[in-house]
């Protein structure tokens, strides 16, 4: 049996179009879930960071400790081209060149990932009266000082580690927590959300203020015997940084 085709009109229903106040809801929720996976982003490529830094300090580390297995287990010299007037992130020509060397040529083993290249960048514009000190890296380098301890900051004091068989819990490599309120530079390297830059400086420079007052998280920390922990800044302690200079030289803490 054929069937019959109605005539019936297919009906069209206008298209409903979003109110302004739809809109406005829409907007803020992308708003709301942008502002909740935002930091989650940020917090994450901050925790990738700090791992990339532990396994810097591992390779420093490692650089050091086989110079040291060439050299009667003696460490690189922690001295500057001006020693003894020393400061921990800066080291002399040679010590650079040595652990370069011993890093398979790499620079970017001296410097802490959050820090890029700036520290490489900004070598050949510091003034010729810093530049002969040496070079400043990414790290404190606390081996090879002949001179320690250095100057007591309520009551904290360090000890160099000088030779493979010292003290294996004697700090030989920190993360740059350092400040210099006398060139009103603050250095930190790791805060909640990423380096400490004042735009885009990570020196801070006009600061003067001390690594966690601007924001420091804490840092890498590593030893003689070849870990690295991680410390946060509310159990770390201030030490001072140079050996001469008293409050106008270089602060640090770990």
């Known amino acids: ?42 917090g994450g490529k901050e925790r990738a960071k700090r791992v990339a830094c532990k396994s810097a300090i ?5 650089a050091a400790h086989s110079y040291a297995n060439d050299h009667e287990d003696y460490l690189p010299s922690g001295g500057s081209n001006k020693s003894p007037d020393d400061h921990l992130p ?24 959050s820090f890029g290249n700036w520290f490489i960048d900004q070598q050949a514009q510091r003034p010729y009266e810093e530049r002969e000190y040496g070079y400043v890296i990414g790290y404190n380098y606390h081996g090879g000082h002949t001179n320690t301890p250095w100057p007591a900051v309520a009551g904290n004091t360090w000890i160099s580690p000088r030779r493979l068989t010292d003290d294996p819990s004697l700090v030989l490599i920190s993360d740059m927590n350092d400040w210099a309120r006398d060139m009103g530079q603050t250095f930190a390297p790791h805060g ?3 380096s400490i830059l004042n735009n885009g400086d990570p020196s801070n420079l006009g600061s003067g203020l001390t690594s966690a007052q601007v924001g420091a998280a804490g840092g890498n920390v590593g030893l003689l015997d070849g870990s690295v922990e991680w410390i946060p800044v509310r159990k770390m302690r201030i030490y001072t940084g140079s050996s001469q200079w008293g409050d106008q030289g270089c602060w640090a803490m770990w």
């Open 58 to 62: 591992r390779q420093f580390s490692i």
């Open 1 to 42: 049996m054929r069937a019959i085709a109605h005539g019936r009109k297919e009906r069209h229903w206008p298209r409903r179009a979003f109110t302004l106040i739809e809109l406005l809801v829409v907007i803020a929720v992308i708003g709301i879930l942008a502002g909740l996976l935002l930091p989650a982003i940020i």
């Open 192 to 194: 909640k959300n990423g």
């Open 90 to 113: 800066v080291i002399s020509t040679a010590t650079s060149n040595s652990i370069v060397e011993y890093c398979g040529g790499s620079h970017r083993i001296v410097h802490c990932p």
